[in-house]
């Protein structure tokens, strides 16, 4: 019995890195500058891009604390998601559905990314960026995407730069709002 009371490995540095995640993608600059849509779907797909970034890395690290702490942000988002859909009174009885759609569309939306990421393909990442978070917008045209592509690269390379000691106690940084990488 006591053994459920008991919290799950990184959990609340987990959620710390998730609100971290979620801080940078509500940057007014993406919305404002690049033209991606201030909905719903918009702000959860750039909170997508940032957390599967975050998650990436902490899975390729070699000390076996990166994958679980990388386990405890995508738990503290899909925790978020189900919070999220409550307050704004999805009933009970659909929230699992509702959650496992998300789950399907952020995993693969981080395989796309992923995949674009560790073959150095700026195009590829930009034409998943395009499809994703810019679906069906007019905004959507190749500068905006180009741009977000931009700064998910530089994104990464910040992550991957910063030590895992720093990310178990929470720290995280992000790059600076990219004015100076739009192309």
Same mark, same amino acid.
């Given at each position: 019995?006591?053994? +459920?009371?008991?919290?799950?490995?990184?959990?609340?540095?987990?959620?710390?890195?998730?609100? *971290? *995640?979620?801080?940078? %993608?509500?940057?007014?600059? @993406?919305? *404002?500058?690049?033209?991606?849509?201030?909905?719903?779907?918009? $702000?959860?797909?750039? #909170? &997508?891009?940032?957390? %599967?970034?975050? #998650? $990436?890395?902490? /899975?390729?690290?070699? !000390?076996?604390?990166?994958?679980?702490?990388?386990?405890?942000?995508?738990?503290?988002?899909?925790?978020?998601?189900?919070?999220?859909?409550?307050?704004?009174?999805?009933?009970?009885? &659909?929230?699992?559905? /509702?959650?496992?759609?998300?789950?399907?569309?952020?995993?693969?939306?981080?395989? @796309?990314?992923?995949?674009? +990421?560790?073959?150095? !393909?700026?195009?590829?990442?930009?034409?998943?960026? &395009?499809?994703? #978070?810019?679906?069906?917008?007019?905004?959507?045209? *190749?500068?905006?995407?180009?741009?977000?592509?931009?700064?998910?690269? @530089?994104?990464?390379?910040?992550?991957? %730069?910063?030590?895992?000691?720093?990310?178990? &106690?929470?720290?995280?940084?992000?790059?600076?709002?990219?004015?100076? #990488?739009?192309?």
């Amino acid at each position: 019995m006591f053994g +459920l009371l008991r919290r799950r490995p990184h959990e609340r540095t987990g959620f710390e890195l998730y609100s *971290a *995640a979620v801080a940078a %993608a509500r940057e007014p600059w @993406a919305f *404002a500058v690049l033209g991606v849509p201030d909905s719903l779907a918009g $702000r959860f797909d750039l #909170i &997508s891009m940032h957390v %599967a970034l975050l #998650i $990436r890395r902490l /899975r390729a690290d070699p !000390d076996p604390r990166g994958a679980l702490l990388g386990q405890a942000v995508f738990d503290a988002m899909f925790a978020d998601m189900d919070v999220n859909l409550r307050e704004m009174g999805v009933g009970d009885m &659909s929230i699992g559905k /509702r959650v496992k759609g998300l789950w399907e569309a952020w995993h693969g939306r981080t395989l @796309a990314y992923e995949a674009a +990421l560790d073959a150095g !393909d700026s195009p590829a990442l930009a034409a998943a960026i &395009s499809r994703n #978070i810019f679906a069906g917008h007019a905004a959507a045209d *190749a500068a905006g995407p180009q741009a977000l592509a931009a700064y998910a690269e @530089a994104l990464a390379a910040a992550l991957a %730069a910063q030590p895992l000691a720093g990310l178990l &106690s929470g720290q995280l940084r992000f790059p600076p709002t990219p004015g100076d #990488i739009v192309p």
